[in-house]
């Protein structure tokens, strides 16, 4: 009966068929040629070099060089088989970071785009308090420690009747003098408090006590440049950000709202 079976044509068609699905499934020769081709061109490689170059400071030797297109050959390999295997999938770091490179793609033309001189003036003149120049101060202050408001008081009183401040100056990390520093500049070193009180006093005497978080301080102002209108100039790179800022977040919210119109969305307890 086997012997029989064995001259039957069909069963010499069936088994010619497994070999040959056999032979195409061990070689994988069924697979598309293009996804399973790897290119490493010269812009990869200039890529490679230009990285190593930025991180070592010189060039790569020629086997630094294999070795960094041999990483770069396994990690497209396995990026490769990890999509295939739809480790993609279901995982909420690899969504979040194509979250944001979609994000980052969608704001990219806003990014890179140069804004000619009017369309910048026509920013900055539908915001003008946010780029006017604030007003600059020149003082001079004398620490005296962390006493009483009313002792500070008495020793200012002296220093205006014409005691020599250094009397009762105290030893302290601070800077003396500033000229023509903006309120943010006065608060890097003395704090926002000490800021806010410089800017209501006026020129000419020894003023205070100026508290800050040191304790207690002496200022004479010497000298007020007044706040005004910015030219574009003056402030152009911050005109230039902002500008690119409110660009990237609209054109963001209309890809997204473009997207979201492509899709059926639904979501428990909400009608």
Do not use: C
């Not at 790569?60 to 960094?68: M, V």
């Not at 390999?77 to 295997?85: D, F, G, K, M, V």
């Not at 408001?149 to 401040?165: C, F, L, T």
């Not at 020894?206 to 978080?213: F, L, Y």
């Amino acid at each position: 009966m086997f012997r029989k079976l064995t001259r039957e044509p069909l069963i010499h068609f069936l088994g010619g068929a497994l070999l040959v699905f056999g032979f195409f499934w061990a070689t994988g020769t069924n697979r598309d040629p293009a996804d399973y081709a790897i290119n490493v061109g010269d812009s990869d490689i200039a890529r490679l070099k230009a990285t190593w170059v930025q991180n070592f400071r010189r060039a790569p030797t020629q086997d630094e060089l294999d070795s960094l297109i041999d990483q770069e050959i396994a990690e497209e390999i396995y990026y490769r088989e990890a999509l295939r295997l739809g480790l993609d999938k279901n995982d909420p770091v690899i969504r979040r970071r194509l979250y944001t490179k979609m994000r980052f793609i969608d704001g990219e033309e806003t990014a890179n785009a140069d804004p000619s001189d009017a369309v910048l003036q026509e920013w900055m003149d539908k915001y003008p308090n946010k780029y006017a120049l604030k007003p600059l101060y020149d003082f001079t202050q004398i620490y005296l420690g962390q006493i009483d408001s009313a002792d500070a008081k008495k020793r200012i009183d002296q220093m205006n009747a014409g005691i020599d401040p250094a009397k009762f100056a105290q030893s302290i990390s601070l800077p003396a003098t500033l000229t023509q520093a903006s309120s943010s500049e006065i608060s890097r070193p003395f704090g926002d408090r000490f800021a806010g009180q410089i800017e209501a006093l006026k020129p000419g005497a020894w003023r205070g006590p100026i508290t800050s978080g040191f304790g207690v301080h002496a200022v004479k102002l010497t000298g007020i440049t007044p706040g005004k209108k910015a030219a574009l100039n003056d402030v152009r790179q911050q005109v230039v950000n902002d500008w690119r800022a409110d660009g990237q977040a609209a054109q963001k919210e209309k890809a997204l709202s473009d997207y979201r119109a492509q899709y059926e969305i639904t979501v428990a307890g909400r009608p």
